[in-house]
């Protein structure tokens, strides 16, 4: 399944990209993240299970057990705190 994912704040700093074009071996968000973390390095140390972060799909968040569809739209970001 092809994705659009997206990286925003620190992760987007981090990662040296701010989106790609992504063919995904799994369904879920969850797999897009375990796929995202098998390149190591940064990856496998910024979406660690304690590394906080969000996803959200097609601009709305999600929990990581969401079914991905073909084309979607996929935000990994930090948490954002306002005030």
Same mark, same amino acid.
């Given at each position: 399944?092809? %994705?659009?994912?997206?990286?925003? +704040?620190? /992760?987007?700093?981090?990662?040296?990209?701010?989106?790609?074009?992504?063919? %995904?071996?799994?369904?879920?968000? +969850?797999? /897009?993240?375990?796929?995202?973390q098998a390149r190591g390095g940064v990856w496998e140390e910024e979406l660690a299970p304690a590394r906080a972060f969000r996803v959200a799909v097609n601009q709305e968040i999600v929990a990581l057990e969401v079914v991905l569809t073909d084309h979607a739209e996929v935000a990994i970001f930090p948490p954002v705190t306002g005030g």
């Open positions: 399944m092809k %994705l659009r994912v997206l990286y925003f +704040a620190r /992760l987007r700093e981090r990662f040296g990209v701010a989106e790609e074009s992504l063919e %995904l071996a799994g369904t879920t968000a +969850a797999d /897009l993240i375990a796929q995202l």
